[in-house]
């Protein structure tokens, strides 16, 4: 059985994965909820839990495949903060400006992710 090391883990591993586990259940709630045509951003979402566990095991196929999701995240992300901001604007009501605020800081906190986990790769099996 193949224990985790917990000495090995840091803030650069943890928090990726925290933030890639997260990513995958807000992502894959709209088109659960509301539009179940949305298959991409469901296969989106399953990838992004299964990579936070991944990185969690601190297993080599965690981070590659956090590497290879992380730009259709952010690019899934910005469409979908272009779209709304073109039928709604950025800050009609409250509600609507920390959706899309959830958006931008999604779409950092992803970038920052990923450069800590390309920082931290030496540590995975």
């Known amino acids: ?9 840091d803030y650069r591993i943890i928090l990726p994965s925290t933030l890639y586990f997260l990513m995958g259940i807000y992502m894959s709630i709209y088109p659960i909820l509301y539009d179940k045509s949305l298959y991409w951003i469901i296969l989106l979402s399953i990838f992004c839990i299964v990579s936070s566990i991944g990185l969690f095991l601190l297993k080599r196929w965690g981070l590659w495949l956090a590497i290879i999701i992380s ?12 779209l709304s901001t073109n039928l709604v604007g950025f800050a009609p009501n409250i509600q609507t400006e920390i959706f899309h605020l959830s958006f931008i800081l999604l779409v950092i906190f992803s970038l920052f992710s990923i450069l800590s986990l390309i920082d931290s790769r030496k540590k995975f099996e």
């Open 1 to 9: 059985m193949n224990r985790i090391k917990l000495s090995s883990l």
């Open 71 to 82: 730009p259709f995240i952010i690019v899934t992300l910005l469409a979908a903060l272009g």
